[in-house]
């Protein structure tokens, strides 16, 4: 609630105003042509992190599988993300002239995109591993309305511009979960208005899906497009939007972060008085099921639901904590196990079967 007030205040002291860019084809070139293709390593991977103690912090960025044996170190960068078939990651701060990466899990350059001046953010592959989308800002201390939403085709490096506004205040972007990809994200178009979620088909006008209130977090998923809708009560609700219409599921006090695949258990971030925490929640009872520990954030959760990856550490008095560690806890609570030592964990998809047949050989 103290970061929405800030947006608040912010947005209504703000001068600029942006329009939307509606998405009108490729809005620029890589920084760097492709090197190689995944196909021209054979290795895949089931875990990526960073070593380092929050998220956004140039590390380490390590491999490992998804017990967090057979580790294996890449480089020195930050917010690594795993593509789903695990043959790839995509990085920042990577100490080239760029400001994003895409590796082989070999080391081999993919790609290379925009300036390392520019501000990268909201990194998410699509479900087969074809496209990656983030949030470019160019002026990362300027005018937050400049930012833009593209989409990256890891085969061509083409890069299409969805939209322009202010976009990496409220979550997102999201991909559908099938083909042909769709983009939901959330956006402030202009000053003195609320983030509201949209959506496009890559290369197609965006539609304007909410409206009233503040509406945050989109997340894609089996059954429509989650997210948190804010009542000018400042009460809370997580919404659901299908076939054109959206549906109050049920009250929460967080955002939505990953969904199962049959679209049932989701994990969720609750956060108050500086301090974050994962949820479990249980969208066929609307019930949430579980709040785990002070200090840590969701980060993803496995396809059958039935374990969620954290990270984080129990908050101190100097509010940074101890030394972070990357967990897997089962949804309906129980005892975590310990991966490693780090933060910004991603999963490939081989990564969940791993994690429930670990789980139940413990």
Known sequence: MLARLWMATFLAGASLSAALLLAVGAQGTPRARAAVTAAQ??????????????????????????????????????????????????????????????????????????????????????????????????????????????????????????????????????????????????????????????????????????????????????????????LNSGAPELELISSGHSTKLMRLNGWPVALSSDGLHLAAEGAACGVVWPLSVNLATRRVVRQFGNGFAPFGISPTGGALLIAGSPPSRDCGGKRSVIETVPFGGGRPTKIAYGTSPSWADSAAASVQAYRSGQ
């Open 41 to 230: 390593c054979s290795r895949t991977q089931q875990l990526a992190y960073v070593a380092t103690n929050f998220p956004g912090e140039k590390g380490m960025v390590w491999f490992a599988a998804a017990n967090g044996g057979e580790r294996r170190r890449l480089f020195r960068a930050a917010t690594p993300e795993l593509s789903p078939d695990g043959t790839m990651v995509a990085v920042t701060e990577f100490g080239h002239s760029a400001g994003l990466g895409i590796f082989t899990v070999c080391g081999g350059r993919v790609g290379e995109y925009f300036s390392a001046h520019d501000g990268i953010s909201g990194i998410v592959w699509s479900p087969d591993s074809s496209l990656v989308a983030v949030v470019v800002d160019p002026h990362p201390n300027g005018s937050a309305f400049g930012q833009r939403l593209v989409v990256i085709d890891v085969a061509t490096g083409h890069v299409t511009t969805v939209a322009t506004g202010f976009l990496n205040g409220w979550g997102g972007p999201s991909f559908s979960p099938t083909s042909p990809h769709q983009l939901a994200y959330d956006i402030v178009v202009r000053s003195n208005t609320n983030p509201n979620v949209w959506s496009a088909a890559i290369g197609q006008p965006s539609v304007q899906l909410t409206h009233g209130g503040y509406n945050e977090y989109p997340l894609w998923g089996p059954k429509g497009i989650l997210y948190d809708h804010v």
